[in-house]
């Protein structure tokens, strides 16, 4: 059972890495960002290869594949998702989508289709209770809560936090206030892909790299945000932890059913929290 708290642990860390992006853009654009399995995607395809290029160092990867996708991010935002402010959900669907689409299309001309298997960077095991646990996913919990509480700090004691938190409960009153909102649209969004980018690269090494691997990625972070409500830090924060215990659990008893457990719980929620959009 230890071995699937730690799985669960591990798979909500990166569902909040990937779905507090989600959050946020949705809870203050009105933007259903399908984009975001492209900035998930190519950050691991740039994270192969840039640590086949600078040998085998992974962090510094990491690193240089996030800063890396920041400019794709923006690029997104300024030229299509800008755009698109106010719309119908419809329209910011059928765009991201697209976006989406392109992006598969890309890597698959750039890197090929071919799998791409990345090993565990550390290696190493911790004894715990007689049971030897990975340190790898010991440290991407870790990294999960050391960033929602760095979050936490950055929305509430920074200038551009409480724009976006003041926006999230009313976007028109912040308007009126002369604050150019859509230009913190865009600081979120941005920051939204780098953390889409971080979960892909710190999830890459538990699992296979393929062109198409943001997409059910993505659905699973839709249920996050839709159980922990849109545009709810904490509640993100929560539900991604408890999605990735309920995965966890059910895959014990019902590999196959593991993330049908996730959207039978999602259609609970909306059963008794409809989502308002």
């Known amino acids: 059972m230890i071995y699937n708290i730690i799985y669960g642990l591990t798979i909500g860390a990166i569902l909040y890495f990937i779905s507090i992006g989600l959050s946020l853009t949705f809870g203050t654009m009105r933007v259903i960002n399908f984009a975001h399995t492209i900035t998930y995607t190519i950050g691991v395809y740039l994270l192969i290869t840039f640590v086949n290029f600078i040998k085998w160092q992974f962090y510094l990867g990491v690193l240089i594949a996030i800063l890396s996708v920041i400019p794709i991010g923006y690029l997104i935002e300024r030229f299509v998702i800008r755009r698109l402010y106010g719309e119908s959900l419809d329209y910011t669907f059928i765009a991201t989508f697209a976006i989406s689409l392109i992006g598969v299309d890309a890597i698959k001309w750039i890197w090929g289709v071919k799998p791409y298997p990345i090993s565990d960077p550390i290696g190493k095991y911790i004894t715990f209770l007689g ?88 659905l699973l972070s839709f249920a996050v945000i839709i159980v922990g409500g849109m545009g709810n830090l904490n509640g993100t924060f929560i539900s991604a932890f408890t999605l990735g215990m309920v995965m966890s659990i059910t895959a014990r008893y019902w590999s196959q059913g593991a993330e049908t457990m996730v959207f039978i719980v999602m259609a609970i929620v909306l059963i008794f929290r409809p989502i308002d959009i």
């Open 131 to 218: 049971l030897s646990l990975p340190v790898y996913r010991v440290l991407i919990v870790i990294i999960a809560i050391l960033l929602f509480f760095a979050l936490n700090l950055f929305f509430r004691k920074t200038i551009v936090g409480k724009i976006v938190l003041a926006a999230l409960e009313d976007k028109e009153g912040v308007r009126c206030l002369g604050i150019k909102v859509n230009k913190y649209f865009s600081i979120m969004f941005v920051l939204g892909s780098a953390l889409a980018a971080l979960g892909g690269v710190l999830y890459a090494p538990m699992s296979s790299v393929h062109p198409y691997m943001g997409l059910s990625v993505l």
